[in-house]
């Protein structure tokens, strides 16, 4: 049996420390490279920023002088004077009561809202009277206004809306009453008035004049 060679034991790459150390000194060299630029653009700024603040001072100044040599030379300031005393204020006795004027004339009375009910044809009526007429409220804007609604009154409330059906009432539903009369007979005359005549011996008139006249 041949005799194996042992083989050499495994060796991690470990990398040089020299190219890592390359790298931060140039990284750090281009930080310098940039601080410095940085610095360098913002003195040149600052100083550019003076330039315009002198500037801006010397023509304030300029106008100054232009303003005062349009004016002229002030005067020459004179001494403050003396305080006055403060003055002292003298209040005067009251007067005696005048006598009371005379009253004057008692006015017209005063006339309010008078409600009378529902609107008659008959009833005379003055103004500021309220009527009730077809469920809407009047009012009379003169003495006798004459008949409602009209010139002379002021419509207050108009009639409500009709509201929803109420329940049922409550009771037993009650017995059918008596038969009506029936009619028996059917007249039509030549003026075209029709009778109709009921078991009862009443009679029904109606004019048909005016829908025959309509029919030619």
């Known amino acids: 049996m041949a005799a194996t060679t042992p083989s050499a034991p495994f060796l991690p790459i470990v990398p040089s420390a020299a190219p890592l150390e390359a790298l931060a000194a140039e990284i750090a060299a281009d930080v310098t490279s940039l601080e410095r630029s940085l610095r360098a653009e913002w003195a040149a700024m600052r100083a550019e920023m003076r330039e315009e603040i002198a500037m801006l001072r010397a023509s304030r100044a300029e106008a100054a002088l232009h303003v005062a040599s349009l004016i002229g030379p002030a005067g020459p ?58 469920g809407s409220s009047f009012v009379a ?65 109606c004019d048909l004049y005016p829908v025959l006249a309509k029919l030619r």
């Open 77 to 134: 300031t004179g001494p403050p004077g003396d305080r006055g005393e403060p003055g002292e204020g003298i209040v005067g006795p009251a007067g005696e009561q005048g006598i009371p004027g005379a009253a004057g004339e008692r006015g017209p009375e005063g006339r309010t809202l008078a409600f009378r009910g529902h609107w008659k044809a008959a009833e005379a009526y003055e103004a500021l009277d309220v009527v009730m007429l077809d």
């Open 141 to 205: 804007v003169s003495d006798a206004p004459g008949a409602c609604p009209g010139e002379d009154w002021r419509l207050l409330s108009p009639r409500g809306k009709a509201g929803p059906p109420g329940p049922a009432g409550i009771g037993e539903r009650g017995y059918p009453g008596p038969p009506g009369p029936l009619p028996q007979a059917l007249v039509v005359d030549d003026e075209g008035m029709l009778t109709l005549h009921y078991s009862d011996g009443t009679t029904l008139d």
